[in-house]
């Protein structure tokens, strides 16, 4: 058989042969392709090396030109002056957000008898009228009489239905536990033991430091009596700063929290859901006997949002300590600034549906601008699709 595979091979006409060895090449390239699209894939999966390119695409942002070594010393002693006056800038930008912080305190002022209103109605320390409850749909969403009637009447017999199986809830049951899973951000950190204890969570409240005293807020997340902890108020505190730093004051981009404090959490014995008990089976050296030890370690948790790491008075932290504090602080922000404020939105979905929306208009657009130029091109008599054949894929020979 090697004879006649051998005389074929050389029977075979030498263009044949290069037609065989361009298929080669081509499913070593595809092979390649393939192993490099699956190692791209693993790598966009690693936070860490994400990290650093993020680290290395801001590195690359603004690089100088080499332009200003080649200017005058009279005009970079100019430039030094604009850089002074740029100084001054950051400095009046950061009186600028102190001042908001102040309007912050002070509508949150005008905000909370409607908060706690709204904390009222969850909990069902109050009953709200028929004229607080009349709702009206935007003009879009609204239906014709007859389907309005027809769902009307079926959601009359659903709850006559749910009357007699069970007695009315009270307030709005597990409203901000709703919330919470409906929020990615937040779902991510929540555990399956933690959904009981969150179903006593009745509000979350936005505390500003006084005026006059360093900038700060405050978040007090208030629990009805439960069987897992004593505490009725479990509060994070963010200590934040507005100023340029004068080793970097070009950096300076508003307020930016420095760091937090969490508290401690008085767990009934049993029911700390942050720590775990595990057992561990060991093997002694010299006799060959085993025993069973058992060790308490810590346990994935939302509450350990309550116990976040500190920070050194050096302010340097090891790589872990600065991730956990980096997501913390974007927890603490987005809570302050986006669910305390819309929590019913958010409790309904409709809040979640806005953002979504907003990342498919920019879809939508690009989408626009690519059919525009694709009509362009195809109405342009000059016009040669050969020429926009994107070449195939190249693959380094070794």
Known sequence: MADIDNKDQAEMDPADMEDVEDVEEEETCEDENSKARQLTVQMMQNPQILAA???????????PSGYMESLPKVVKRRVNALKNLQVKCAHIEAKFYEEVHELERKYAALYQPLFDK???????????????????????????????????????????????????????PEFWSTVFKNVDLLSDMLQEHDEPILKHLQDIKVKFSDPGQPMSFTLEFHFEPNEFFTNTVLTKVYKMRSEPDESDPFSFDGPEIMSCTGCTIDWT?????????????????????????????????????????EVPENGELDEDSEAVLTADFEIGHFIRERIVPRAVLYFTGEAIEDDDDDY??????????????????ENDPDYDPKKDAAPPAECKQQ
């Open 118 to 172: 709204r904390s009222e109605i969850v909990s069902a320390a109050y009953e709200p009228t028929d004229e607080e409850c009349e709702w009206k749909a935007d003009e879009e969403e609204e239906l014709t009489v007859s389907k309005q009637d027809e769902m009307k009447e079926k959601a009359k017999l659903e709850e006559e239905k749910k009357d007699e199986e069970k007695e009315d809830p009270k307030g709005i």
């Open 360 to 377: 498919d208009e920019e879809g939508e657009e690009a989408d626009d601008e690519e059919g525009e130029e694709e009509a362009d091109e």
């Open 53 to 63: 390119l993020q680290e290395r695409l801001d590195g690359l942002n603004g690089s």
């Open 269 to 309: 014995k049993g029911k700390n859901v942050t720590l775990k008990t595990i057992k561990k089976k060991q093997k002694h050296k010299g006799r060959g006997t085993v025993r069973t030890v058992t060790k308490t370690v810590p346990n994935d948790s939302f509450f350990n949002f309550f116990s976040p790491p």
